[in-house]
């Protein structure tokens, strides 16, 4: 059984996953992984999605206002034996929709080159590479991309 809840960052299970995710970020990131982590805290983040199966918290993600219009998607991550099973998709899907529901009309994101399935998700469900922005410009192992929210 799936269930799809909305939440916020003071969800507990959402921590947890966070807590796997900066661990696989930092082995991915190495020694890039400090910079990067500057730019993750969770504690601001107000709309989370949580993924369960069977009453366990599986995958995560989340948004947080980027600019006038424009949501940053934040902090995803699937559990390594819930991959490739279509949750990340399910995720980023009610992100966006969510992002609509609340007025705004694109989402941005950064994920990492050390990331390819990550990059290969986004792009098979219509995100576009785009220029790095904000703090990300001119950092050589960042990937942005950009969305337009559709409802």
Known sequence: MIQIVKTDSGNTDFQTLVSLLDA???LRDGEDHVF?????KTDKIKYVILVYH???AIACGAIREWDN???EIKRMFVLPEFRRKGYAQMVVENLEKWAGEL???NCILETGKNQPEAIQLYQKIG???TPNYGQYENVENSV???KKVVL
């Open 24 to 26: 696989d970020l930092a």
């Open 36 to 40: 990067y982590a500057q730019f993750n």
């Open 54 to 56: 069977h009453h366990s």
């Open 69 to 71: 219009g424009i949501m």
């Open 103 to 105: 007025g705004f009309d």
């Open 127 to 129: 995100f576009k590479i």
């Open 144 to 146: 942005c991309m950009h």
